[in-house]
């Protein structure tokens, strides 16, 4: 079982009515979160922390271009041949800063001593690629030093399987997992279909990262918060001691500089 198509995706999100519902559906895919971590609000019951950004968790910054693609070089040689000036132009247009739209987002399901912070990663989103991500910007600015999305995950869950079912008749495949809770035996689930909903956007952007954008393990630490591995003290696990890999950005940046329709 494949997964949904990326364009079908942004499409069912872009048919939701409800603009805030919208918006925070926009961004826990373009960001690859956890449904928790954009919520303002705890759901009922819930002991965990609030890990929601607010609209101060955003802001812009420029980065270096992306090297100049071959066909695009070809281009300018060829123009030069005949107009000088307007291959400048085209130099130029490839050549300038990227603006980049930065976002600090909690991590959530890390195991926090009392009264610790959760950690927290920087996402970088070139700004001129993926209309999305202006929208998702402005969308943040406008909450100022309030939460940006003041709702629980079971506010949006109710509003995509009853009021709008905008992921209707969509599924992703669930691999095999040891199921375990305290004090029970621990259960191993087989490969499965599970419809999509709001958890679903983040195992459809996390493989459009490595297979459209050819993202590697460090590149998704940083992106998306997993945890590098610990054992037997690897590098990529003493990276994460030496390193603020959750804020290194700039690695994958220029990876995301491609036009998304």
Known sequence: MSLPEVAEIRKRIESCEQEDIRMYLKSVYLFGA???????????????????????????????????????LAKILITALSDKDEALKMVDRLTK???????????AKQKLDEGEDAPHRIIGLPLEYDAWVKEVYDYFKQAGEDYVFPFNRAYVWGYISHKQRIFKGLT???????????????????????????????HIRTDELISKY?????????????????????????????AEIREAWHRYIKKLCKVTT
């Open 97 to 107: 800063d990227v603006p980049v739209a930065l976002f600090k987002i909690k991590i």
């Open 34 to 72: 956890r449904a928790v971590e954009l919520c303002g609000k705890r759901c009922s019951g819930e002991k965990e922390l609030v890990y929601g950004p607010k609209g101060t968790d955003a802001w812009t910054t420029k980065t270096e271009p992306p090297d100049i693609p071959s066909k695009d």
């Open 214 to 242: 050819h993202f590697d393990g460090f590149d998704m630490v940083a992106f998306v918060g997993w945890k590098l591995s610990a054992k037997g003290k690897s590098a990529p696990a003493m990276a994460d001691v030496y």
């Open 172 to 202: 992703y495949r669930i691999k095999k997992y040891n199921y375990l809770r305290t004090g029970q035996p621990v259960y191993k689930i087989l490969p499965h279909p599970r419809q999509v909903k709001i958890h679903g956007l983040r």
